[in-house]
């Protein structure tokens, strides 16, 4: 599913206690796709220090 345009499809799945799986999260890193490597993002990485979390951490499962 693509997480960021499908708002109401993780809501519905979150009500029902289905679990999402993203598929190339962050960018899809190493794919002619990227634009740009957010996983090297000096401001991901500090929002997610001030947070005490991973920059990576978002509560859903990944497929890399």
Do not use: Q, W
């Amino acid at each position: 599913m693509e997480i960021e345009i499908r708002k109401k499809k993780r809501e519905f799945c979150k009500a029902r206690g289905i679990h999402v799986t993203a598929y190339s999260p962050l960018g899809a890193k190493g794919t002619p796709r990227a634009m740009n490597d957010v996983m090297e993002s000096d401001v991901l990485k500090e929002i997610a220090n001030d947070r005490g979390k991973s920059d990576v951490l978002s509560g859903r499962a990944s497929i890399p």
